[in-house]
């Protein structure tokens, strides 16, 4: 069983940076994939970034600003977002897969935080 617990948000400027982090815990929580989802109202999830439970393997929506990365010792999973856009306004989830994910949909993930607000203002 994995539990996540998403933190970080907040408000920002337009052309700021944010840092989210995923703290994993649980017995399996070390061999999982984790991936950065966020939702906007009105809108569909939609997939921002996934690490594998190494840390070799990276796959993004937005390589150009946004970084994901793994702290293997503290189970902890990071998203660092850069140039921020109000488009960027969204509740940001992170998400646990077995496995790295090729195509990382919402229906892959089994475990999921509760998100953390991330509003940019212009």
């Known amino acids: 069983q994995v539990q996540l617990v998403e933190s970080g948000g907040g408000a920002v400027q337009a052309g700021g940076s944010v840092e989210l982090s995923c703290a994993a815990s649980?017995?399996?929580?070390?061999?999982?994939?984790i991936a950065w989802f966020r939702q906007a109202p009105g809108k569909e999830r939609e997939f921002v970034a996934e690490?594998?439970?190494?840390?070799?393997s990276t796959k993004y929506s937005d390589s150009a600003r946004f970084k994901i990365s793994r702290d293997s010792a503290k189970n902890t999973v990071y998203l660092q977002m850069n140039s921020l856009k109000p488009e960027d306004t969204a509740v940001y989830y992170c998400a646990a897969s077995p496995g790295f994910e090729l195509r990382p949909t919402p229906r892959y993930f089994d475990y999921w935080g509760r998100g953390t607000q991330v509003t940019v203002s212009s």
């Open positions: 649980g017995r399996t929580a070390s061999t999982y994939a």
């Open positions: 690490i594998s439970w190494s840390g070799a």
